[in-house]
């Protein structure tokens, strides 16, 4: 799997703080404590211990119970679709390619739902701060980027703001990525473990991906 690594330039408008790095995403999977896994999303963060920005946990609580109920509506109108495609011996035959996207939309729906369950119970009962994804402390602060690359409300220890600069495109390369990071559902690094790709979703492409299934499942009802 590839993920863009930028080589970007951070500094700081108050004090002699900059410094270049290469920023690349991070393939990480929570791990909860019945076995199931899925997909961690990170966020822009200030990490203390580091004393850099970093890639951090984004745990940010979130309301999933609107997007729950339409899949589930969703999916019981694909299952009744698939079971009146299924009635007749030729019905069967006829419609066997149909019968199979179907199915692999319902698929695709029972993992939004689990994922959307996931995520909200893990914001709930979430008792630790997010974690830098580098080395998993949790003396963090989430930074926020205004259009320009300056920080909103994250202040630097000495008072400015921070600052992005050379993002250029020319500068991003693709990352092969062959591990994934194992967390806890706490954040807590547990193993490291041979590329999961079922567990690859991005957070934005998976519910981009259910959305885009809904719209294909409601033109053909």
């Known amino acids: 799997m590839y993920l863009t690594t930028g080589r970007i330039e951070v500094s700081c408008d ?17 791990e909860t404590a ?8 990170y966020t822009d963060g200030w990490c203390y211990d580091c004393n850099k920005l970093s890639r951090i946990e984004n745990i940010e609580s979130h309301d999933f119970n609107t997007e729950i109920l339409n899949a589930y509506t969703e999916k019981e109108k694909l299952n009744s679709e698939l079971e009146i495609l299924s009635q007749g011996f030729f019905n069967k035959l006829r419609n066997k390619q ?3 996207e179907i199915t692999n939309q319902i698929d695709l729906v029972k993992k939004a739902i689990n994922y959307f369950y996931q995520k909200q119970k893990m914001a709930q009962f979430r008792e630790t701060k997010p974690k830098c994804l580098n080395c998993f402390g949790d003396n963090t602060e989430v930074v926020l980027f205004d259009d320009n690359l300056s920080s909103l409300k994250f202040k ?30 706490e954040g807590h690094f547990l193993r490291t473990e041979d590329l999961i790709l079922d567990c690859l979703d991005d957070e934005r492409s998976l519910i981009d991906e259910f959305n885009n299934c809904l719209k294909d499942a409601i033109s053909h009802l």
């Open 14 to 30: 108050n004090c002699d703080l900059k410094y270049e790095t290469w920023y690349t995403g991070k393939v990480f999977v929570y």
């Open 34 to 41: 019945e076995g199931e896994k899925f997909r961690g999303c």
């Open 98 to 100: 149909k019968k199979k």
């Open 156 to 185: 630097h220890k000495c008072g400015g703001k921070l600052h992005i600069s050379n993002c250029s495109h020319c500068d991003v390369i693709p990352s092969y990525i062959i591990k994934t990071t194992v967390l806890d559902t």
